[in-house]
């Protein structure tokens, strides 16, 4: 797990499309940068985050959020892997 100098958590969104999520009072809006959609989320909220699940064909519940790799936290804040 990839975390920034406030302690908050990279994670990642499937699609590419931004998304806005609020958790306890709190707004993560994922954004796509360089087909990655990542926000920063507070290390209280991940799991909360972790539960959204989206309903796909047959009644299955899909994930739909996870931890950000290194590599799509570096594409999305520098535009390229270094």
């Known amino acids: 797990m990839i975390s920034n100098d406030a302690g908050e958590i990279a994670v990642t969104y499937y699609q590419n499309t ?3 999520i609020r958790v306890s009072e709190v707004d993560y ?18 799991e909360q985050i ?12 899909k994930q739909v959020f996870r931890y950000s790799s ?4 570096r594409i999305w804040q520098y535009g390229a892997e270094r």
């Open 18 to 20: 931004n998304k806005r």
């Open 50 to 61: 972790f539960a959204i699940r989206k309903t796909c064909c047959g009644g299955s519940r």
């Open 29 to 46: 809006i994922f954004k796509v940068k360089k087909n990655v959609n990542l926000a920063w989320v507070k290390p209280g909220h991940v």
């Open 70 to 73: 290194e590599q799509e936290v």
